[in-house]
């Protein structure tokens, strides 16, 4: 991603880079001069300013003493943490936003990545002694997090998701309405796949519980596993292999994308919504 085709809105890494070049132009610096200030490489400057590196907190840190700002790359760096997400699930979310391809399996809920804003609050809104404040950062995050679906080098995305997600009502009518139509509506996006495990597949090793994998150029390398009461990163090579035996098992159930198009159509017209 060149420069010139950043937007700042994508994501709190696109954020940053954005404001970084900025500040760094306003300055008068270029890419040599500001990793000469603060004794960083210029390749490493330039990486991060085109998002193939994300930024550290020193890096953000000299930076603002380098360009006489006042914190502000240093804020900008806390938010691409995702501070507001809940703290075990951080580090996926830095990888799943270098991640070239996805590969979720969902058997109970719609996958954060595309759910509703009033899906989502409603599903976070149901964690134990959650504060109004703390849903409100939580819906924050997770709406940010659908940002790499409006990517122009968005990730390739297989959606697996059990019939049940279709039928468990999650709050009002008129949420279940908007979800499911959203659900139609990505299904149309030309890198994404949703696929449907119908009912009358029965037992199926994914019933176990949902994940999602994340792959480079089409090696898997990474996945985060659901639990309660929090999941977990694996990253160990095997573990992987093993877990990808089970997603394309559970996607050999699954319909094809156009029969699960019509299940999802066949669910609204059933709901009379």
């Excluded at 550290?56 to 840190?61: Q, Y």
């Excluded at 990808?244 to 098992?249: G, S, T």
Aim: glycine share 8%; proline share 6%; net charge negative.
């Amino acid at each position: 991603m060149s420069s010139r085709e950043l937007d700042p809105h994508e994501s709190p890494r696109a954020l940053f880079a954005f404001e970084l070049k900025r500040h760094r132009n306003a300055a008068g610096l270029t890419q040599h001069g500001l990793a000469h200030r603060i004794g960083y490489s210029a390749s490493l400057v330039a990486m991060v300013e085109s998002l193939r590196r994300p930024p550290t907190e020193p890096f953000a840190r000299l930076c603002d003493q380098a360009m006489g700002l006042d914190g502000a790359m240093a804020r900008l760096y806390v938010a691409t943490t995702w501070k507001n997400a809940p703290e075990n699930f951080r580090p996926w979310l830095e990888e799943e936003q270098d991640a070239t391809g996805l590969r979720s399996w969902e058997p109970t809920t719609v996958p954060g990545l595309l759910q509703t804003e009033a899906y989502a609050r409603e599903m976070i809104s149901k964690i134990p002694n959650i504060t109004a404040e703390q849903i409100d950062e939580r819906l924050t995050g997770r709406m940010q997090r659908q940002s790499i679906l409006r990517r122009d080098d968005a990730p390739t995305i297989s959606f697996l998701m059990d019939e049940g997600v279709l039928h468990r009502t999650i709050g009002a009518p008129g949420v279940m309405r908007e979800q499911l139509g959203y659900l139609l509506e990505i299904s149309r996006h030309p890198r994404v796949t949703l696929q449907i495990v119908p009912y009358e597949t029965g037992a199926h090793c994914g019933l176990a519980g949902g994940f999602i994998v994340a792959e480079r150029h089409g090696s898997p390398y990474i996945a985060f596993i659901e639990g309660q009461p929090d999941g977990r990163i694996m990253g160990e090579h095997m573990e992987i292999a093993r877990l990808m035996l089970r997603y394309d098992a559970i996607r050999a159930e699954a319909l094809p994308s156009k029969q699960s198009v019509r299940l999802i159509e066949e669910v609204v017209n059933a709901r009379g919504e």
